[in-house]
């Protein structure tokens, strides 16, 4: 009973934490403008089974695409299995699935392989970046901040497979000792516990315990780290796919305040007639942080940092000063830091600076040759922002 009682006091602190950051985000989204309504729901449930669930734009790099691909299936299989340890620690049961019979075995069976096959993959992502200082890894925009976010984020995952690892060697070798029947099939933690024979059924149990609840914990503990991390992707992206853009790239949208304003000018009736009262175009472009439209916010907050639009950009290959990941990266920072400030002030709150020029440059954005092939090579599928920076911002800036 005490074991639920804290299990419930630390799920309730969880979702009261995250609840909150949620609803921050919201208010923030709230201040981006309306615009890229939702259709076509079954074309866009396609392309999420296709690029966010098959991981399709990851393997256009093959060996490293191959294990972040490896790593997003891992934890959608490991997802199943702490529903189960969430039930079981509200319940004080233990393996409440069990019911589910050969469905449970295979799912036990998956997240046991794959918890070996993520932390074998997260300490080459790892590697990758401590010692291998990967060009993609690296730019203006990449400060120490990013580099030591990725590695806390790598290093809570590595964690968490190693933790779900000694959980079921603890649960299959205090079985194994006490002659009690095994729920799940484990095929990789079954070996190992057959390898430390003559550990005693008191042994095994503690390393259960201790195990399950450092996992749990760091299940908690990095549910809320993601929203404050690049690895808020790990939420962030597959919805983030599904609501991409379905036309083509390349194809950017009238604006019709402007059109019309271009056709009284070009009516000799009307040309140099005064405008009427109230016919102010309204304002428009990006100037700030909450001109864009809430997708690009959204694909600022998915954005994994990764750098393959940076390592694609003609601009940025030849020199330079444009980098689209800092584009995102940039948005995301002046967001949060105008948007609390919006919501507490009012929308007209200013702090005198401005998304264009205090955070991205005119000569960033004048180096973009509009080729989308950022947008083309993104994983998390965004729509380039900054094109319509350039298209609609300068002007009203
Ligand atoms: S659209 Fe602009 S930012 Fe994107 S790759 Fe082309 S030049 Fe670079
Ligand atoms: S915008 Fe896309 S490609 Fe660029 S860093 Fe972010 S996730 Fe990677």
Redesign the pocket.
Known sequence: MLKQIIFLISLLITLGVFTWTVSRLISYFRLTRKGFPVKSLGKRFMVMLRVAIGQTKIFRRPVIGLFHALVFWGFCVILFGSIEMVIDGLSGSEKALRFLGPVHNFIMASGDIFGLVVAVSILIFLSRRLFFHIARFEGIEMKKRSHIDAAVALSLIFLLMVSLLLMNIGYVGYRNATGEEIAGIYPVTGILAGLLKGTSATTFRIIYEASWWSHILLIFFFANYLPYSKHFHVFMSVPNVFLSRLEPLGKLKTMESITNEVKLMMDPSTAFAAAPEGTTPERFGVKDAEDVIWKNYFDSLSCTECGR??S?????ITGKK?S?RK?MMDLRARMREKGPLMVANGRAYTDNKSLLRDYITEEELW?????????K?CPIKYQ?T??YCRHEALPCS
């Open positions: 639009c940076t694609v950009c003609p601009a940025n444009l689209p584009i180096a973009c040759t509009t080729c989308n092939a950022c947008a090579e380039s900054f094109c």
